[in-house]
């Protein structure tokens, strides 16, 4: 089986949602998919989407399926407002408001962060479906509807089989099945797989303004995703510990210093270390030491493949979904 992978720059991600956008007008734009991202981008530290998705359970403990809580539509989704477009059209232009309270949505708590000024911060973190090598939503499936495919290990629900129990939904640790209640069935993710089978990346990659997405096949050795991943080791999992073994991967962010009470830098990060630690794991210490190592190298004008993979001078150059053969 291959599989195909995702590294995505978190030192890139401006947080503007294009792959957002991208994603949803091309598929989950209607017909009860109105609360479902498929792809998003929240902001660190945060709850997220949806709701505090991180402590609802899921995933592995060893070779058993860890139990795990489904989101609730209102309170950790939020219903998608109405709002009252037709008062800016009055004398006085009303603000656009939503026609009934909101309790929580996307994106609520966007730019937030921690921390207090002049030390507050926050990053943005884009999340999809993983593609796991070990799935727990596969497992959790009475009616074997979940399946990943073996050319490029795209894990997709078969919309037949699927009679919408949900185990899916809450045996992902990351939340990232929904549940259509109109089509009564479960949804996720596809990878963009109409795409991929014509050459062409996700819309959420093509689409990033800020070059932030690398896509290629684990094991094609040329491959931004091989490259980033096993030989810099710098780009890691997210919350590695469910056990999944996810397929997105996360260059972590870099963040600038603290200040003490007089103004002047302390050289500690201001997004600590010990917060990274606990989305990345304890291999996140080493990436950030290597990533600090070859910004240092290229500010001297050194040279540094990783940099200038990283930078990404040419857009072609971050996607290989049809690498050559090797030779035999």
């Not at 629900?157 to 129990?165: A, K, M, T």
């Amino acid at each position: 089986m291959r599989q195909l992978g995702m590294v995505i720059d978190l030192n890139k991600c401006i947080g503007c949602q294009t792959c957002t956008l991208a994603c949803k007008t091309q598929w989950t734009d209607r017909g009860g998919r109105e609360f479902m991202y498929w792809n998003h981008v929240e902001t660190r530290p945060g709850l997220g989407y949806p709701r505090d998705w991180e402590k609802a359970g899921g995933g592995w403990e060893g070779d058993r399926l860890k139990p795990g809580r489904l989101p609730r539509l209102a309170e950790d989704y939020g219903v998608p407002a109405e709002f009252n477009h037709g008062a800016l059209f009055e004398p006085g232009g009303a603000p656009l408001r939503p026609l009934e309270a909101m309790q929580w949505g996307p994106n609520w708590q966007e730019d937030q962060g921690a921390g207090e000024f002049p030390n507050s911060h926050f990053f943005y973190l884009p999340r999809l479906c993983n593609h796991c090598t070990k799935p727990a939503c596969l497992a959790a499936c009475p009616r074997q509807a979940i399946y990943k495919r073996e050319q490029d290990g795209i894990v997709l629900i078969d919309q037949e089989r699927c009679r919408g129990y949900r185990y899916c939904v809450a045996a992902c640790p990351y939340k990232k099945i929904y549940f259509n209640p109109l089509a009564g069935r479960s949804e996720k993710c596809i990878f963009c797989y109409p795409r991929v089978e014509n050459g062409l990346p996700q819309a959420c990659a093509y689409q990033c303004v800020g070059r932030a997405r690398h896509v290629a096949y684990l094991d094609d050795t040329g491959g931004a995703v091989h490259r980033l991943v096993n030989e810099w080791k710098v780009a890691l999992p997210l919350h590695p510990e469910h056990g999944t073994q996810p397929n997105v991967y996360y260059v972590p962010p870099l963040s600038p210093s603290t200040f003490d009470a007089a103004g002047k830098p302390t050289g500690q990060p201001r997004i600590p270390d010990e917060y990274l630690e606990e989305l990345f794991g304890p291999a996140v210490h080493a990436a950030l030491a290597t990533l600090k190592q070859e910004i240092a190298r290229k500010g001297k004008g050194e040279p540094s493949a990783l940099m200038d993979l990283l930078i990404a001078f040419r857009h072609g150059d971050m996607f290989r979904l049809n690498p050559p053969r090797e030779e035999s």
